[in-house]
């Protein structure tokens, strides 16, 4: 098990949008903005490195849930910030608050949940459903 984590711990993940990041980069007729799974990404990002300080041994914390709007647009060259907020907990689930903002305005919010797992025990079972 995790040491406590305090409902409120936080952290942020940041990057600056390339073309890779774009809608266009996966098809040519779509525009070149921020793509809403590369958002999500990022506040997953932020909501596991919150969460990995207080892991122990071989624990980590992986995504079960996503529940997030993307509301505004941005472009080639803009800087995101997405900043994740310990909001709940129960048991080895967590919901974690995720903000994400170009330089200037909120383009996305909502929740993720991660939960605890051993990454060894995880590691195991995946080698089993392959057998």
Same mark, same amino acid.
């Given at each position: 098990?995790?040491?406590? *984590?305090?409902?409120? $711990?936080?952290? &942020?993940?940041? =990057?600056?949008?390339? %073309?890779?990041?774009?809608?266009?980069?996966?098809?040519?007729?779509?525009?070149?903005?921020?793509?809403?799974?590369?958002?999500? /990404?990022?506040?997953? #990002?932020?909501? %596991?490195?919150?969460?990995?300080?207080?892991?122990?041994?071989? =624990? #980590? $914390?992986?995504?079960?849930? #996503?529940? #997030?709007?993307?509301?505004?647009?941005?472009? *080639?060259?803009?800087?995101? /910030?997405?900043?994740? $907020?310990?909001?709940?907990?129960?048991?080895? %689930?967590? &919901?974690?608050?995720?903000?994400?903002?170009?330089?200037?305005?909120? *383009?996305?919010?909502?929740?993720?949940? /991660?939960?605890?797992?051993?990454?060894?025990?995880?590691?195991?079972?995946?080698? /089993?459903?392959?057998?």
């Amino acid at each position: 098990m995790p040491k406590p *984590i305090p409902i409120g $711990t936080r952290s &942020t993940a940041g =990057e600056t949008v390339a %073309f890779e990041h774009t809608l266009e980069s996966r098809h040519p007729n779509l525009p070149p903005v921020y793509s809403t799974p590369d958002m999500i /990404r990022l506040m997953e #990002i932020a909501a %596991f490195h919150a969460l990995q300080p207080y892991m122990e041994g071989d =624990e #980590i $914390t992986v995504g079960t849930a #996503i529940h #997030i709007e993307h509301r505004a647009a941005s472009g *080639i060259g803009a800087r995101i /910030r997405a900043e994740a $907020t310990l909001e709940s907990f129960d048991g080895r %689930f967590y &919901t974690v608050s995720v903000v994400a903002r170009d330089d200037a305005q909120e *383009i996305g919010r909502g929740t993720v949940g /991660r939960a605890v797992v051993s990454v060894g025990k995880f590691v195991e079972k995946m080698k /089993r459903k392959k057998a």
